[in-house]
């Protein structure tokens, strides 16, 4: 619980300094920043949520039969699966100015929202790894390690977006690039954790095992 309040704090905060950043145009960042989380909510989140969610009960009967190999299948094969469903979500992406268009948002707006979402694309397949590998690790009652990569990025997200959008160039778009940043800081946050603990020998035995698994 604590884990998903803080990682709410991390989406909340930056939403609040970016309207501080202009006077004249903050109405139109906060409106393009909403627009674009929400597009990709119902677009790529959808999938990545969904994804994760179908592996939570494999993970926990995997765990539950003592079959830690199981786990480490379930995982590759989720990532394979999810990486094809997000790849339509992409795209549309590509086009969400016309998207938002079409259903009525003004131009400015709708270009401010589709450059925030064209930065933040390229980074779903990276938030698909982590939020499997957190199930994963959720699913064996392992939260600590994950307390300790929220606590650590709800700092950072406000040090980076602060950085980012006020002593930048980037501005509003800094927001964007910081979820990018955030989105590979977190499974790197998490690495040593599993190249230590016995959880990633028991559970990872290679790539090729996830063929097997899908075949």
């Known amino acids: 619980v604590l884990s998903s309040t803080l990682d709410h704090v991390s989406a909340v905060i930056p939403v609040m300094m970016m309207g501080h950043l202009s006077a004249n145009t903050s109405k139109e960042y906060i409106s393009a920043i909403a627009m674009g989380m929400t597009f990709l909510l119902l677009t790529a989140w959808t999938v990545v949520w969904g994804t994760g969610s179908a592996m939570d009960t494999l993970c926990s009967q995997s765990f539950g039969a003592g079959q830690a190999t199981d786990l480490g299948l379930v995982f590759q094969a989720g990532w394979l699966a999810g990486n094809l469903l997000l790849a339509p979500t992409m795209v549309l992406g590509i086009f969400c100015k016309d998207i938002l268009l079409l259903f009525g948002q003004t131009d400015d707006v709708a270009t401010l929202a589709s450059h925030l979402v064209l930065i933040m694309l390229p980074i779903l397949p990276v938030a698909l790894f982590y939020d499997l590998l957190r199930r994963v690790l959720q699913s064996q009652s392992i939260v600590t390690p994950l307390m300790g990569v929220s ?17 930048t160039p980037l501005g509003y778009l800094g927001r964007a690039v910081a979820v990018v940043i955030m ?31 899908v075949s």
Do not use: D
């Open 151 to 167: 606590c650590v990025s709800v700092v950072a997200t406000i040090a980076i977006n602060y950085v980012l959008m006020f002593h």
């Open 183 to 213: 989105a590979l800081l977190a499974p790197l946050l998490l690495w040593p954790y599993l190249v230590q603990s016995n959880v990633y020998r028991q559970e990872w035995k290679g790539l090729p095992f996830v063929y097997n698994f």
